[in-house]
């Protein structure tokens, strides 16, 4: 069965550092992979997809993740991290060949320290 | 912008009640999804629907029903409410399977 592991259950950082949260998928042939966010009681927000091409993709709030094949991994990445991006983050994987939904990580909690 | 609408933010229900969750979305979308997500756990699929009156298991499908009559409304069924249903019900759609899913705001349920 394909799973996604997202390493860090919590990870804190400094507002204004950069910020790395990893993600790795099952699936290694042609996986969708997506980052979503979550802020405290809200569903659940699109940050950034990957489909195919370029392996590093934007999102929104000047999130990025790259796909590395090699390494089965979708980190996402953020420069200068900001009060507001404290929340919920999930990776997911979408492998294809059924009518299942997508298949989340366990998500990674951030906290940004003043 | 989509817009994915769940009925309830937060509901409490008695032990054996039969309870209705209720999902509407917007875009015409073809795929619609209910998700139970609990602390350390993620979200796990409880059903899936890929056209009206059509559904599919997720991963935990125990205790839990589906109802599709209409394109934009998707239902999700306690038969008899348990404690261990106690959590954070989200539902989503989506264009195609493996497209992006859009989230409603979520529905908090506490079984008593």
């Known amino acids: 069965a394909q799973s996604v592991t997202q390493p860090d259950i919590h990870i804190t950082v400094s507002e204004g550092a950069s910020l790395e949260l990893r993600c790795n998928y099952s699936y290694g042939a042609t996986p969708y992979l997506f980052w979503y966010v979550q802020s405290p009681g809200q569903g659940l927000q699109l940050l950034l997809k990957y489909f195919s091409g370029d392996t590093l993709v934007q999102g929104i709030k000047g999130f990025e993740a790259e796909f590395k094949r090699s390494q089965s991994s979708f980190n996402l990445r953020k420069p200068s991290v900001h009060w507001s991006d404290a929340a919920e983050y999930f990776c997911?994987?979408?492998?294809?060949?059924?009518?299942?939904?997508?298949?989340f990580g366990k998500g990674t909690h951030l906290i940004i320290q003043p | 912008d989509v817009k994915v609408t769940q009925s309830s933010r937060y509901l409490v229900k008695r032990t054996g009640e039969k309870v209705f969750l209720e999902c509407v979305q917007d875009?015409?979308?073809?795929?619609m999804f209910w998700y139970r997500q609990d602390p350390g756990l993620g979200l796990r699929l409880i059903y899936f629907s890929y056209d009206v009156k059509m559904k599919e298991k997720g991963d935990i499908p125990e205790g839990y029903s589906v109802s599709r009559e209409k394109k934009e409304r998707f239902s999700l069924i306690l038969e008899s409410a348990s404690t261990n249903q106690t959590s954070m019900y989200l539902c989503?759609?989506?264009?195609?399977?493996?497209?992006?899913?859009?989230f409603g705001a979520g529905t908090r349920l506490s079984v008593l």
């Open positions: 997911a994987e979408y492998s294809g060949g059924g009518a299942d939904g997508l298949t």
């Open positions: 989503a759609s989506s264009y195609s399977v493996g497209n992006i899913q859009y």
């Open positions: 875009m015409d979308h073809e795929n």
